[in-house]
């Protein structure tokens, strides 16, 4: 025989009545200590401090009213039909909670995965990407809780699972390199291997990224196209960065005369390496004479610049062979060039003598 709920005991009715008390008091004040430990989080802020705080805001205070009332009234033990009615409020309660966590879970996932601190901002493109990646996992995050909320109110949701499986392989395999351009967009945003600003050689191309898109990377060659790269294609390549050099190591030769005396080559080495480091941005690394060459004395000389910057390194490269040329002048060192000797014995050659004796 089931009872109805004026029919409980008093001590029944009394613990009903703590419990909701003790739940509807008890999350705000769980609540208002959180606020004070998470006060320091920002709303950029990477900490999981800031996600805390960030999620306590988030939090309704109807969900509080609702889970006390549900709490207490489960106290009472009321018949099936009654408990079914309060666990359909429940979880409708608790899946529009979730959906208001949701968002901010997510942006603080992307936030780290990108390494943004507080106040960075970034591009517009890196911007684009990141807002699509932020939607696909909402919407698949949404529609997990849509499907965890049906099962919980009885419904079957496994013919559903399967035939959105099916339909799902279907359009992948439709739009399949759609797709890898967009998880290649993805990798570039989190992973970084370039961003907009950057001078990039991929293959036999190379130029300034201008935009990196949900489906295309488009950079700007030094002689003023645009190029259009694949995101997939572009990053199955080697791509070299320039921007993200630290300096640039420099490498040439030069040749000097073979009338030039041995003492004097022993010079070469010390007059190269003052002029290089007359050179703020210039580091020397070494100066040696390398080889006897075909027509001059070689050197070989290596020396780094302590910028990325090209312009730098040719302003660099531009003082140093101007001192070098100076220095070189100054001590009457000849700059060897392309040159033959031709040696021509005296007396006939053979053949021009055998041919005089058969004549006679």
């Not at 509080?64 to 009615?85: M, S």
């Not at 409708?92 to 780290?112: H, N, T, Y």
Request: glycine fraction near 8%; hydrophobic fraction near 50%.
């Amino acid at each position: 025989m089931e009872w109805s709920l004026p029919d409980r005991p008093a001590i029944v009715w009394g613990l009903s009545a703590a419990v909701c008390i003790v739940i509807a008091f008890g999350i705000p004040v769980l609540r208002a200590g959180i606020r004070r430990r998470c006060r320091d989080g920002g709303v950029a802020s990477p900490t999981f401090r800031s996600l805390v705080g960030r999620l306590n805001e988030r939090w309704l205070r109807t969900t509080t009213v609702v889970i006390a009332l549900i709490a207490g009234f489960i106290v009472l033990d009321p018949e099936p039909r009654l408990i079914g009615i309060a666990k359909v409020l429940l979880t409708l309660m608790l899946a529009i909670q979730l959906f208001r966590l949701l968002p901010v879970a997510v942006d603080w996932g992307i936030s780290r995965l990108t390494n943004q601190e507080e106040g960075e901002g970034v591009s517009a493109s890196t911007a684009a990407t990141l807002t699509g990646l932020r939607w696909v996992v909402l919407g698949a995050a949404y529609f997990v809780i849509f499907l965890i909320a049906l099962q919980n109110l009885g419904v079957d949701v496994t013919a559903m699972i399967a035939g959105l499986g099916i339909g799902g392989i279907a359009v992948a395999l439709a739009v399949q390199n759609i797709l890898g351009d967009l998880f290649a967009s993805l990798t570039i945003a989190l992973d970084k291997p370039f961003v907009v600003g950057d001078f990039i050689v991929a293959g036999n191309e190379l130029g300034t990224v201008e935009y990196v898109g949900l489906k295309t990377t488009r950079v700007r060659s030094l002689s003023g196209e645009q190029l259009v790269f694949s995101n997939a294609d572009l990053l199955s390549s080697r791509i070299r960065n320039f921007k993200r050099m630290t300096e640039r190591r420099v490498l040439f030769g030069f040749g000097v005369t073979y009338s030039t005396p041995a003492d004097v080559l022993e010079q070469i080495p010390t007059l190269v390496k003052q002029a290089v480091e007359a050179q703020p941005l210039a580091r020397f690394d070494r100066c040696h004479f390398a080889k006897f060459g075909a027509s001059s004395l070689d050197f070989e000389l290596v020396y780094f610049v302590g910028s990325p910057d090209f312009n730098k390194h040719m302003d660099v490269q531009q003082a140093v062979l101007l001192a070098i040329a100076r220095a070189f002048s100054a001590g009457k060192i000849e700059f060897a060039f392309p040159t033959q000797t031709l040696h021509i014995a005296s007396g006939c050659l053979p053949t021009e003598a055998a041919n005089r004796q058969d004549v006679r």
